[in-house]
């Protein structure tokens, strides 16, 4: 269980470097003016989405649901890990939107400015920070 554990941890920190980065290339490519930053900045954000952030988020998941298996479905009944699974759901949608926002640029249909996405680039520090002290705290 603890090869498991360890993994889960080491996939979620490889999502979130992508949740973390992937909205601030967004903040460059939206100020960027001239059309090779932007084909550099596609390539960047396609690599980052599709080679790190995707497995990673796959990875995390399917590894967190293993540990559920392995301690026992009773542990669903718990608040701190309903809470943890409402904040997950939460990440999911934020990477989709991220993939959304991806493919906005790509086509050339993006519709935020570089500030909307510095703001936008701070969700998920504090669904981590939620989520880090649920599982450290297991409140009720």
Known sequence: MLW????????MVTWFAGLFYLPRLFVY??????????????????????????PGAILTIALGFWLIHLIGYSILSAFWLQAK????????????????LLNDFKNNKNQHGHVWYRWFNELPVFILVAIILLV???PL
């Not at 554990?5 to 996939?11: E, M, S």
């Not at 490519?29 to 690599?47: G, N």
């Not at 699974?85 to 959304?100: N, P």
């Open 29 to 54: 490519h939206a100020a960027s003016i001239d059309d090779t930053s932007h084909q550099r900045f596609l390539v960047m954000e396609r690599k980052l989405y599709y080679g790190i952030m995707t």
């Open 4 to 11: 498991v554990k360890a993994f889960h941890i080491i996939f």
């Open 136 to 138: 450290e705290i297991q």
């Open 85 to 100: 699974l409402a904040l997950l759901i939460l990440l999911i949608a934020y990477h989709i939107y991220c993939g959304k």
